[in-house]
């Protein structure tokens, strides 16, 4: 059974992304090497803020949807309930220091 994911990504100046992936470490950096033609690579959005796993992809969907559907306050909220330094997540993922804002 796969697993999803659904993302919010921060670029150093607070714009935000939201997206949904099956393989968050492949889709993060694509990210961060800024492979992913563009919103997140226009913007220089690489920092990872914030996922939630769920194991169907129609929840994944919504879940983004609802996010996406979110007040930039809301969105900041559900960050900093889990993330109130607003850390990049994916930092200890990669061993390349060049991806790093």
Not at 38 to 61: C, D, H, P, S
Not at 64 to 77: L, V
């Given at each position: 059974?796969?697993?999803?994911?659904?993302?919010?990504?921060?670029?150093?100046?607070?714009?935000?992304?939201?997206?949904?992936t099956?393989?968050?470490w492949?889709?993060?950096?694509l990210?961060k090497?800024?492979?992913?033609?563009?919103?997140t690579?226009?913007?220089?959005?690489?920092?990872?803020?914030?996922?939630?796993?769920?194991?169907?992809?129609?929840?994944?969907?919504?879940?983004?949807?609802?996010?996406?559907?979110?007040?930039?306050?809301?969105?900041?909220?559900?960050?900093?309930?889990?993330?109130?330094?607003?850390?990049?997540?994916?930092?200890y993922?990669?061993?390349?220091?060049?991806?790093?804002?």
């Amino acid at each position: 059974m796969r697993t999803y994911y659904i993302y919010i990504l921060s670029s150093a100046g607070g714009t935000l992304y939201t997206g949904v992936t099956n393989n968050i470490w492949e889709r993060i950096l694509l990210h961060k090497q800024r492979k992913l033609p563009g919103f997140t690579q226009q913007y220089n959005i690489t920092r990872l803020v914030y996922y939630e796993e769920t194991k169907y992809i129609l929840n994944a969907l919504n879940r983004e949807k609802q996010i996406k559907g979110w007040r930039r306050s809301k969105k900041i909220e559900l960050i900093e309930s889990l993330n109130p330094s607003w850390v990049d997540i994916a930092d200890y993922w990669y061993s390349n220091a060049d991806f790093h804002d």
